[in-house]
T-cell receptor, first 117, second 114 residues
C-alpha cells in the first residue's frame, strides 16, 4: 500500500519558536495533502487542504498565518507552526491522496507529537 | 456544517463478544463513508462505503451503509484483545472545485478484556 512518512515523529520546543513538520508520500505522487490535528481523546480535526503548487485551503477557525503550509512538490508538504504556544501542543497528522479519478483514499502519516513548553 | 456522530463513545467487552459501533452523519455533497482503526498513532484504513445495503467484510469485521437513514454500522465478531482501539468514522464530501474533505466523528474507544 501507499506509504506516507512524517518527520519529526516527536518535537519539544520552547514557546515563541517555530516548528516545521514534513509530510512525504514515499511511493506515489500526492496531488492533495491534508493536515489534521488531534487533541487527547478527541477526533481528528481537518486544519487545511493543500494541492501541489497552489495555496492551501484552511478550515474555519484555523489561522493561516500561524500554520503555514507549503506543498511545493508532489511528494512533500510542510506545516510550520509559527511562534508556537503551549496551546499548540497536539498530535499533528498529515494524509496524502493521489487524487486518481474514482480513487480518493487518503493515506495517513504516522503523526508528529508537538509539545510546546 | 458537516457533522459525524459516533456512538457509543466507549465500550468495554470481553473477548469473544460481538460489538456494533454506530455512525450517523449529516453532510452536504456526500461521497463516501470510511471506517478507521486508531491505536497509538495514525488511523489505519478499514472500509470505504459508497453504496447503501452492500456489506463489506474483512475477516471478523464488517460494515454497511444506509444512505437513506444516513448511518453506518461497524460490526466486530469474536472480539480479541488486539481489537482494542479507537474506531473512527469519517465522511468524505465535496468541498468545492476538485477538492473533497473528511469529517471525522469523535470515535468509539473499544476495550476488549481477556
Amino acid at each position: 500500500g501507499a506509504v506516507v512518512s512524517q518527520h519529526p515523529s516527536r518535537v519539544i520546543c520552547k514557546s515563541g519558536t517555530s516548528v516545521k513538520i514534513e509530510c512525504r508520500s514515499l511511493d506515489f505522487q500526492a496531488t492533495t495533502m491534508f493536515w489534521y490535528r488531534q487533541f487527547p481523546k478527541k477526533s481528528l480535526m481537518l486544519m487545511a487542504t493543500s494541492n501541489e503548487g497552489s495555496k492551501a485551503t484552511y478550515e474555519q477557525g484555523v489561522e493561516k498565518d500561524k500554520f503555514l503550509i507549503n506543498h511545493a512538490s508532489l511528494t512533500l508538504s510542510t506545516l510550520t507552526v509559527t511562534s508556537a504556544h503551549p496551546e499548540d501542543s497536539s498530535f499533528y497528522i498529515c494524509s496524502a491522496s493521489s487524487g486518481r479519478v474514482g480513487y480518493n483514499e487518503q493515506f495517513f502519516g504516522p503523526g508528529t507529537r508537538l509539545t510546546v513548553l | 456544517e458537516d457533522k459525524v456522530v459516533q456512538s457509543p463513545l466507549s465500550l468495554v467487552v470481553h473477548e469473544g463478544d460481538t460489538v456494533t459501533l454506530n455512525c450517523s452523519y449529516e453532510v452536504t455533497n456526500f461521497r463516501s463513508l470510511l471506517w478507521y482503526k486508531q491505536e497509538k498513532k495514525a488511523p489505519t484504513f478499514l472500509f470505504m462505503l459508497t453504496s447503501s445495503g452492500i456489506e463489506k467484510k474483512s475477516g471478523r469485521l464488517s460494515s454497511i451503509l444506509d444512505k437513506k437513514e444516513l448511518f453506518s454500522i461497524l460490526n466486530i465478531t469474536a472480539t480479541q484483545t488486539g481489537d482494542s482501539a479507537v474506531y473512527l468514522c469519517a465522511v468524505e464530501a465535496d468541498s468545492g472545485g476538485s477538492n473533497y474533505k473528511l469529517t471525522f466523528g469523535k470515535g468509539t474507544l473499544l476495550t476488549v478484556n481477556p
